[in-house]
């Protein structure tokens, strides 16, 4: 297994992110695509797969989810904890936070009516990673995954995912066609804002009720 990316990795990132840029985590937005694409939903559960310090989480309470947070990295988890309740106990009290390892953690089977995976490093075979999360999906729920490219495809140059597995619109749509139920609202590759730093996968699928 590459260790370049492991849990270790991820822990000493988030430590030093944390101390070194404190306000930028603090006021970080949540991610673009996750917004245009559950914005029209209607809350019900969510699972937070990656969480990180939980700015999608935050987002998705707000808005009246009630969100499981996982992520593996205990100092990520206390950042969006922490954050959280400053945001008030209305907040709060709609997240419960997970420690756990998505490289080999389940979600319940049929549990959720939104899971989102944003930007996650995936140990081992994408497929194998998108079939476990999507069966953690309720019948009629929704399936979020926005994977960053490693590579530009117009430049060919790195991106800040270089080295990194993440979530690809072909490796995706094979483990949900695989799966069969699934009806794809989405699946393609959306430009960056900033020029030259790569494009996103983006997948947004529903499931069969």
């Known amino acids: 297994m590459d260790s370049t990316f492991d849990r270790d990795f991820w822990e000493r990132r988030w430590g030093q992110v944390v101390r070194d840029h404190p306000d930028a985590v603090a006021n970080r937005p949540p991610n673009r695509h996750l917004l245009a694409e559950v914005a029209g939903l209607r809350p019900g559960s969510a699972l937070d797969a990656g969480c990180g310090h939980g700015a999608e989480t935050h987002w998705l309470a707000a808005s009246g989810w009630r969100v499981t947070a996982v992520d593996f990295s205990p100092t990520a988890l206390d950042v969006g904890r922490q954050t959280a309740e400053r945001l008030g106990a209305d907040i709060a009290e709609r997240i419960e936070w997970r420690e756990a390892d998505l490289a080999t953690w389940n979600p319940p089977d049929r549990t959720y009516d939104l899971v989102a995976?944003?930007?996650?490093?995936?140990?081992?075979?994408?497929?194998?990673?998108?079939?476990?999360?999507?069966?953690?999906?309720?019948?009629?729920?929704?399936?979020?995954?926005?994977?960053?490219?490693?590579?530009?495809p117009e430049t060919g140059a790195d991106t800040p995912a270089a080295g990194q597995v993440q979530v690809s619109v072909e490796e995706a749509t094979a483990a949900l066609d695989a799966l069969g139920g699934w009806r794809l609202e989405v699946a393609e590759e959306r430009s960056r804002d900033v020029e030259g730093t790569g494009v996103d996968a983006v997948i947004r699928a529903v499931a069969a009720e």
């Open 117 to 152: 995976c944003v930007y996650v490093h995936i140990e081992g075979l994408v497929g194998e990673f998108v079939t476990r999360l999507a069966r953690g999906v309720a019948p009629g729920g929704t399936l979020l995954l926005v994977g960053h490219r490693p590579v530009d």
